[in-house]
Each structure stands twice: as C-alpha cells, then as structure tokens.
C-alpha cells in the first residue's frame, strides 16, 4: 500500500502555514477521536494517520524534509514499524484539542505512560493460570483439550451488579467519571494530573445496598469448562493465552484471560530434540550383521525402515518429516533412529555351538582399542 501524501491527509495546501496546519489537525483529531468511535479500528487509524502527518508538518526542520525527499526521507525517523505513538511529540496539543478526554486518549495510545489505568480498565477480573500437562504425540500434531477451572463468574443472585436491590449510583467524589483531576502550579504554567477516583476505585459507581450474596463484589466462584486448542510444537514452559476466559471483574467488569502454561510430559519411547525425536532402536547380532527390514514407531503410526548389512551399533538413520510439527513453520521435524546392536545373554546350547564357531574367525579380524575404535570398525568390515 503506498503512502498518502501527509498534505492531503490533513486537507491542506503545500504552502499552508502553521495556524492551518494546526486547525486542520484539530478539526480531524475531534472527528475521529476514539472516545466517539469506541472499537472503530478505521477512526483509530485515520486518528493516527492524522498525528502522523502532524507530527511531520508541524515541525519546520521535518517538513522541509519531507518536502523534499517525501515519505523516504522521513520514514527513518521512526522506529522500524513506521509512525508509532511513542514518536509523536504533540500531547499537549492533544490536551489543548480534548481537555477533559485527554487521559483517556491518553492511556489508550500511549500505553498508559502518564501513569493509571483507563477507566475502562481499572475492574478487569484477574488473568489465572493452570498448567497443562500434553504428551509428545499430543504435542506432534496439536490437540484440544478441554480443562476444568475455577474461575469467577457473575453472581446469579444480582445478576453481576453487586447491588442487592440494582440501584447503582454515581460517585459524588467523582460524578462518575471514575477519575479525579488535580491542577496545579508549576515552572510551566498550570499542570493536570489525572487519576483514579480513590473512592470508587475507578467505577464512577457506588452500591448503597450490598448484594447478600457476593457482598457487592458481584462476581462468585464457578468452575468452567473451557476448551483450549494447542498447536503443534509447543514447548515446555510456554503459555497459550486464552482471551477472555478468565475472572470476570467486579460488577461486570472485562474478563481476564487464562493462562495455560504448557508441561511436557516424558516419553517412555521418544526423547525430544527440538522438533526432532530421537529413538533407541535396538537389533540383534544377526540383523546387524546381514540386515534386515524393521517397523518403527514413530509419533503417530509406523514406518518401515531398511537396516543396510554391515550396520554399527550407535549408527543414527533419520527419517525424514516423522518428527514434531513445528510451531512457527510449515516443515516438520525428523524421527532420528539411533541402532544399538545387542548382545544376546542367554543362549541356548545351540546357540553357544554358532557363537564358538564364528569366534574362530575372529583372528582374521584385528580389533585395536583407541578413540576412533568406531572409524576403524568401519575399514574392518567394509
Ligand atoms: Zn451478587
Ligand atoms: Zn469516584
């Protein structure tokens, strides 16, 4: 998508001067303030777009660059992602434009910088957390599971109100706002901070009379049951985030969310390496020694897998795309198997007999000790 020319975003002449800059950025900041276009993701954009071209032309040095090199040369200037609020320089711009809304743009935008939380925010249940323990052919392929948790819900008795009667009234402290503003005087002429209203924590809202039930909190503990989809390859340790699963907040404040914190648990056959898995695979003397075609499981089912003549203990075959789908790409992992050769120990009379004889051999073969024993083997038998 190619820029807009930050001019037209603002509606303006190339040669308008600082007023007009001003006034066309006032003007479009009031129309798509986000306090009057709640969830509206478009308005929120346009607002930013908006600061953006502001935040470019109402600074002499920047708006001459941009007049000359355009977008390229001033992209740089901000981080990586392009325009983000932590770039724009106006918030007391801002505070001229919307006054009383301020802060709560304010905390939107900026991430909550100037200290408490929105309004909006300020009851939010609790985010709980539970471990979940997923096997490794869980894990392979990626599985829903449903988990029972206690968690808070509304009160069924007042409905999540709190209130025993359902009569709500506003906070005198505040009027309902759920924030209180102190001015004050400093080097800088008159300065507004803003914060939450410390009588109704933030509500706007007080509750004369208690529900019986919840004793106003209007919210009781349940047990749910929630389904949660696990992707394939996740790992000990990570969280999958369940949005909005968790507490509900007092008096039907947002929900939470759950975090499901992700336990792996031990495999009797597969060990784990990344998204590959590693498999012992044992075979006898003879197999070894001649070959042979062997199953092997793997996570899901089972493969066939030639064992070539003449094959050493601890020689690794990989089977390519049998291992662990993984989480941030389209390719899968390997089954590593990794042969160990056994040594039979109970042997019958017949079998003594077999093993006295090809002993016998052995004189022709000179086995010499060292640390590349398993490189020598190699030319002995080859
Ligand atoms: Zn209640
Ligand atoms: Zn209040």
Redesign the pocket.
Known sequence: MTKRDYYEILGIEKNSDEATIKKAYRKLALQFHPDKNPDNKAAEEKFKEASEAYEVLSDAGKRQTYDQYGHAGIDNQFGSGGFSWDNFTHQSDLNDIFGDGFSSIFENFFGGGMGGRSQRSSNRGEDLQIELSLSLKDIAVGVEKTIKIGVKDACDKCNGSGSADGSVEA?T??HGT?QVRRVRQSLFGQMQTVSE?P??RGE?KIIKTKCTKCYGEGRMGKVKEISVKIPAGVEEGQYIRVRGQGNIGPRSGERGDILVLIREKQDDTFERDGNNIILEYPVSFSQAVLGDEVLVPTLTASVKMKVPAGTQSGRLFRLKGQGIQGLHTYSKGDLIVRISVITPTKLSKDEIELFTTLKSFDSKRKLEPGKSFLSKLKDIFS
């Open positions: 906070c402290q505040c759920g209203c009588s109704c706007g």
